[in-house]
């Protein structure tokens, strides 16, 4: 991770570029977004960087500094944007057919939108076997697609003029795939790439030509991509950051702000039923089973790990958890999320939550992808490398150190994120113990 106290951090000149493997709805939505942020037409809601705060010192100091002023956070004025995708629209007209977006706010920011036009993206119908991408790159091996990868990369820095650059994925999900031989060493990879290895996904290139690039890497989908061995050695070895994987939006973060709750209290869970349903690409792609395996992995770990049966087995052991994600085109982006949990009080009488979150995906997505933008820039510029767990707060997944199990529970989370800032301004950790003001 490579994190210092009170570590000095380059200061944040210069224009960020922000590259998307992907442009579609959270793409685009992402963009139209910060475009109408600057333009002044929006607020940045959902975003923990430009909204939130962080405490500072005693309750009694009133030290409470907004976190875009406490930390050298690039402005979005200085932000820039470069996409591939696997059809060649135009981020205005990718976002007209996401349907997200009213066509009143997209004509407030569509000139940036039609100035943002994707490079061709690296396709493997093998690995999305719903989607058939028409703009796609080809060449003679896995490595050569990484080489035109990193080539679009130094091409953009220098026709964009930027100075530094944060890659954030923002495609499909992948067929569900675990690691093997050829994920386990950066030489196995490297040769796996020359050799055309049939385990290595699209994403997983992108993860290698960005990091290779010395561009820092968030992974928005469940997709293996940056978190396995040979990827994360090449990050530490660059001096690069990663992060994912998989966006916390809908259903996931009621799970780590709800499950959380219920352990305080010591109330006991006999099944948690979750269905959800949605139109968009996302849920096209979905619709395929492997596809789906990879989501439904995903979000199934979020239970065990926060609950942990093995601890509260008079609460918690053998607990049903069922996850179901059903394509209906007629909901577009606007997904519906309902829970029915089944719980269990004093004497053990039942009980029962029953949620219907009826969000936009895209939404609750643009957000963070802004938020790990800013914050993945600012791990570089502080020398920070490897996987960033502290950004775990964005994820359904969080990437760990091998060995280590993820942290779900989204306070925890929060506090990790917070307390690593406050790290890195060489401020005093809060503990929220409190004693000093009774002594």
């Known amino acids: 991770m490579g994190i210092t106290k009170g570590t000095t951090i380059r200061p944040a000149q210069g224009k960020l570029g922000v590259l998307l493997p992907g442009?579609?709805?959270?793409?685009?939505?992402?963009?139209?977004?910060?475009?109408a942020v600057r333009k002044g037409l929006a607020k940045p809601i959902g975003s923990l960087t430009q909204m939130g705060t962080i405490r500072l010192g005693k309750r009694t100091e009133n030290r409470v500094p907004r976190i875009a002023d406490f930390v050298p956070l690039a402005s979005l004025d200085d932000l820039v944007f470069a996409a591939w995708d696997i059809f060649p629209d135009d981020a205005y007209q990718s976002a007209v057919t996401a349907g997200v977006l009213s066509k009143e706010d997209l004509e407030r920011v569509r000139p940036l939108l039609e100035s943002v036009r994707p490079m061709p993206g690296v396709f493997d119908p093998a690995y999305v076997k719903k989607l058939h991408g028409t703009h796609v790159k080809s060449g003679r091996?896995?490595?050569?697609?990484a080489e035109q990868l990193i080539d679009d990369i130094r091409r953009f820095q220098r026709e964009a003029g930027t100075d530094r650059c944060v890659a954030i994925w923002c495609g499909s999900?992948?067929?569900?795939?675990?690691?093997?031989?050829?994920?386990?060493?950066?030489?196995?990879?490297?040769?796996?790439?020359?050799?055309n290895d049939e385990h290595i996904a699209p994403s997983a290139i992108y993860a290698y030509a960005c990091i290779r690039a010395g561009v820092p890497y968030a992974n928005g989908a469940p997709n293996l991509s940056v978190d396995f061995p040979a990827l994360i050695e090449l990050a530490r070895r660059q001096g690069v950051p990663i992060a994912g994987k998989d966006f916390k939006t809908g259903q996931t973060l009621m799970k780590t702000i709800l499950a959380p709750g219920l352990k305080a209290r010591a109330l006991g869970l006999l099944g948690w039923y979750s269905t959800n349903i949605?139109?968009?690409?996302?849920?096209?792609?979905?619709?395929?089973?492997?596809?789906f395996k990879s989501k439904?992995?995903?979000?199934?770990?979020?239970?065990?790990?926060?609950?942990?049966?093995?601890?509260?087995?008079?609460?918690y052991k053998d607990f049903c958890h069922v996850v179901r994600i059903n394509y209906y085109p007629p909901r577009g982006d606007n997904k519906e999320?309902?829970?029915?949990?089944?719980?269990?009080?004093?004497?053990?009488?039942?009980?029962?939550?029953k949620i219907d979150f009826l969000c936009r995906d895209s939404i609750l997505a643009a957000p963070i992808v802004l938020d790990l933008t800013l914050l993945l820039d600012l791990a570089q510029r502080a020398?920070?490398?490897?996987?960033?767990?502290w950004l775990s707060f964005y994820f359904k997944s969080p990437m760990t150190a091998p060995g280590l199990y993820p942290e779900h529970d989204l306070f925890i989370q929060l506090m990790k994120l917070k307390n690593t800032l406050r790290y890195l301004r060489g401020e005093e950790l809060i503990t929220h113990l409190g004693a000093e003001y009774y002594d």
């Open 141 to 145: 091996s896995k490595m050569d697609l």
């Open 278 to 291: 949605l139109g968009n690409r996302d849920g096209e792609v979905l619709d395929d089973p492997e596809s």
């Open 337 to 353: 999320g309902w829970d029915n949990i089944d719980i269990f009080g004093w004497m053990g009488y039942p009980m029962q939550i």
């Open 383 to 389: 020398g920070m490398y490897g996987i960033q767990e």
């Open 23 to 35: 442009l579609g709805a959270v793409a685009t939505t992402f963009i139209a977004g910060v475009e």
């Open 173 to 195: 999900t992948e067929v569900y795939r675990e690691p093997t031989a050829v994920h386990a060493s950066l030489s196995a990879f490297e040769k796996g790439l020359h050799e």
């Open 296 to 315: 439904e992995v995903s979000k199934l770990g979020v239970l065990e790990h926060i609950l942990q049966p093995h601890l509260y087995p008079d609460l």
